[in-house]
């Protein structure tokens, strides 16, 4: 089993639409939980951290639920500049950060 | 300028050359990363170090070499580059441990052609 798995998509949206993405991760002991944001062609840059309460930075909701090792993003209200690759990121040992592969989201006018 | 700065932007060479990637950050951070990407396999983590006497292996180390040669400058060789090391390659720095903050400061990239 992958460290951390993500649907690839890609998420074909209209503009104004709700969209939610998953990741699990295989780790148990991971303690920190991350959203980046790649946008094509670009280096990857911190979106979000989640929290176990759950947490919210406008449009964009995160989510962990730690028995199922289950993480999500919601984003409302998609816009045009939304379309990117999105990066489920966890913890692992020796501090470093693993990488989802990432779930492309592409939203249409 | 870029806080963190990678060169070559892209390089194109031929297999068996040795290729040397270098990275230089002005943030400060003492931790300091490589990782390569690949289309449908993402990022994933070559070598790391958190300070200038330390070097460890990640994920992906085999066939690559690094060197610290100060707590700014980050570089990733190989030695006898080979097709399959094909990929964009990217520098990253922390500040402290990623579990707190999570928070990577990427380079903008090299992309390397290893024909």
């Known amino acids: 089993r992958k460290e951390v798995e993500q649907d690839p998509g890609p998420f074909n949206v209209p503009e104004g639409a709700t969209v939610a993405f998953n990741c699990t991760y295989s780790?148990?002991?991971?303690?920190?939980f991350f959203w980046y944001r790649q946008d094509c062609r670009k280096e990857p840059k911190l979106l979000m951290s989640v929290y176990s309460s759950g947490n919210e930075d406008g449009r964009f909701t995160a989510q962990l639920n730690r028995a199922s090792q289950y993480i999500s993003l919601l984003i409302r209200d998609s816009k045009l500049s939304d379309s990117a690759t999105y990066l489920c990121v966890v913890s692992s040992a020796g501090s470093t950060l693993t990488f989802g592969k990432g779930t492309m989201l592409l939203v249409s006018p | 300028d870029a806080d963190v700065t990678q060169t070559p932007r892209n390089r194109i060479t031929k297999t068996g050359k040795r290729i040397m990637l270098e990275c230089s950050q002005t943030k400060g951070h003492d931790r300091m990363y490589w990782y390569r990407q690949d289309p449908g396999l993402g990022l994933r983590l070559i070598y790391y170090?958190?300070?200038?006497?330390?070097?460890n292996k990640g994920e992906i180390s085999d066939g690559y070499s690094v060197s610290r040669q100060a707590q700014a400058k980050f570089s990733l060789s190989l030695e006898s580059a080979i097709p399959n090391q094909t990929a964009l390659y990217f520098c990253a720095t922390s500040s402290f441990g990623t579990g707190v903050t999570g928070e990577l400061f990427f380079g903008e990239g090299s992309r390397l052609t290893v024909l």
């Open positions: 780790n148990s002991a991971s303690q920190s």
């Open positions: 170090s958190f300070d200038v006497k330390d070097i």
